[in-house]
């Protein structure tokens, strides 16, 4: 008697992402959001609600605010203004240098105005002179470290172009990254359902195989087999009646 070993054959696994892939998504994705973020809180945000980016150039406000910080300063009203608030103001009329430190005190005179004594974080004295509130530029709204000294380095000629250059250039590289490795996940996951259908079609061969072999195999037995010992039985009672 013949017998096909019916073996089954699972599907192939998908390869298991490697490492330098996984590496490469990660950092792709890194850049991408620095770049979505970066932009969005040093040009987007600045640019639609009025306020200003500034760079930190001194310690005197550290170490909240160290050398090479950006500040976002936003306009406020002087009269809003209140004891511990973060401010940037001129230090003379005309001139386009600013300080930004922290109110100490508020000064109101009979007249209603008010003068403000700021003092640097690091600093062991309060300013100089009260600050008038018309010298007031803005209050501290946000601050994103380390960026302004790429700020420092780049001419104010430059800046104008250079920002954007690269900011799309880097943009477009973190999207070309995570798009390829998009790809390639769905050749991986083609290519292993390819292997799969290939092991599916291989069983049902082996399972026809079989079947074919069984259905071959009972005529033999039931038919042409069984009247051959038949024959043979009757042969040998007919010797023994002999």
């Not at 490697?18 to 991408?32: E, G, I, K, N, Q």
């Not at 608030?85 to 007249?111: C, F, P, W």
């Not at 070309?176 to 050749?187: E, H, I, Q, T």
Request: proline share 5%; net charge negative; glycine share 8%.
């Amino acid at each position: 008697m013949t017998q096909l070993a019916d073996e089954s054959i699972a599907p192939t696994d998908s390869p298991a992402p490697s490492l330098w892939r996984f590496l490469r998504t990660a950092l792709s994705a890194a850049v991408l959001l620095l770049v979505v973020g970066l932009g969005l809180a040093l040009v987007v945000i600045p640019k639609s609600t009025g306020a200003t980016p500034l760079t930190v150039l001194t310690s005197s406000m550290e170490p909240g605010l160290s050398p090479g910080t950006v500040v976002i300063v936003r306009p406020v009203d002087a009269n809003a203004l209140q004891i511990g608030d973060v401010v940037t103001y001129q230090m003379e009329s005309g001139d386009a240098k600013v300080v930004t430190h922290r109110i100490l005190s508020i000064i109101s005179n009979s007249e209603g105005s008010r003068s403000f004594i700021v003092q640097g974080d690091n600093n062991s004295l309060p300013d100089d002179d009260p600050v008038l509130a018309e010298q007031i530029h803005g209050r501290l709204w946000y601050a994103v470290p380390f960026v302004g000294y790429v700020n420092n380095v780049i001419t104010e000629a430059n800046r104008a172009w250079i920002f954007p250059v690269v900011t799309v250039a880097l943009f477009a590289y973190a999207c070309f990254m995570v798009a390829g490795d998009m790809l390639d996940r769905r050749k991986t996951r083609k290519g292993a359902a390819d292997a799969d259908d290939q092991a599916l079609g291989l069983r049902d061969a082996q399972h026809d195989l079989a079947a074919g072999v069984t259905l071959f195999e009972q005529p033999v037995r039931g038919g042409a087999l069984g009247e051959f010992e038949h024959g043979i039985d009757v042969h040998t009672h007919g010797s023994a009646g002999e």
